[in-house]
């Protein structure tokens, strides 16, 4: 898979040397995080292409771009992106960072940082997209998206209903780790009206593994099974199950009795 997850503190023999070389995203008060990567930074999208392109020649079907994204609003305010945001806009920002925060009318590049961010990924997809896809036309590019279109391009710069558009994903998997049935329904139908209804290729997914609310398998297993007959009765025929371990095999085993057995 590609992200731009780095948890350095779990590399203590690479940590200094990539922060060194500022390699790390950094928030709006300039403090580098110890989690992420800096997706503006070239060694940082070369070293993603390289590794995705040599993973698509060792036969594998699919390359799932998770974490392909931002760490949250306040990124990536370091040194690399200020130039290529400033190159981008053609103009300097003086008051780095609250500008980018700010907005148009008051002064700032609110807007245009947003939408900065959002080519950032974007345009990273479309590198990785031409590389796999050079080394064997025939591997499939799978991506995890935020569920919400506004909060998704905002907050994380995941632009993926222009993914969808243009084709840059060969399948999208927005994550609905809803455990409510209501919740859960609310979400895909605000993902099925955003795509226009073109769900071909489209599989949210739900999570199991982090609903807290329901303690035994077969509790897991029930809710499961709802989200799914939710997904089928509205036009979805794929979706992702977050995620496979041992302490999720008995609800799929359970499940295969039932929805998935049908």
């Known amino acids: 898979r590609c992200c731009f997850l780095q948890k350095t503190r779990d590399y ?3 940590a200094e040397e990539i922060e060194k070389a500022g390699r790390l995203s950094v928030d709006s008060r300039l403090e580098p995080s110890p989690n992420f990567l800096c997706p ?5 999208r070369g070293e993603n292409v390289a590794a995705l392109a040599e993973m698509a020649g060792k036969g594998v079907d699919v390359v799932n771009l998770d974490f392909i994204r931002y760490s949250s609003t306040g990124y ?7 130039k290529a945001f400033e190159k981008a806009v053609g103009q300097t920002v003086a008051n780095r960072p609250a500008d980018l925060f700010k907005a148009e009318a008051e002064g700032g590049f609110e807007k245009r940082w947003r939408d900065f961010r959002a080519e950032v990924i974007t345009s990273h997809i479309r590198e ?3 590389a796999v896809k050079a080394v064997n036309p025939k591997v499939e590019l799978w991506s995890s998206c935020f569920p919400t279109v506004r909060g998704a391009y905002n ?4 632009d993926w209903v222009r993914w969808k558009r243009e084709g840059l994903i060969d399948h999208l998997a927005p994550m609905n780790y809803s455990i409510s049935p209501a919740g859960f329904e609310s979400a895909i139908l605000h993902q099925r009206d955003a795509l226009g209804g073109a769900l071909d290729n489209v599989g949210p997914s739900f999570g199991p593994v982090r609903w807290n609310g329901a303690n035994t398998v077969a509790e897991k297993a029930l809710y499961a099974a709802k989200h799914i007959e939710l997904l089928r009765r509205h036009g979805f025929t794929t979706y992702g199950f977050f995620d496979l371990q041992e302490s999720t095999k008995p609800i799929i085993e359970m499940l ?7």
């Open 12 to 14: 203590p023999e690479i």
């Open 40 to 44: 503006v930074n070239p060694l940082n």
């Open 76 to 82: 990536c305010c370091c040194p690399t992106c200020r």
């Open 128 to 130: 990785i997209r031409a």
């Open 155 to 158: 907050s994380e710069g995941q």
């Open 256 to 262: 295969a009795q039932g929805p998935l057995g049908r």
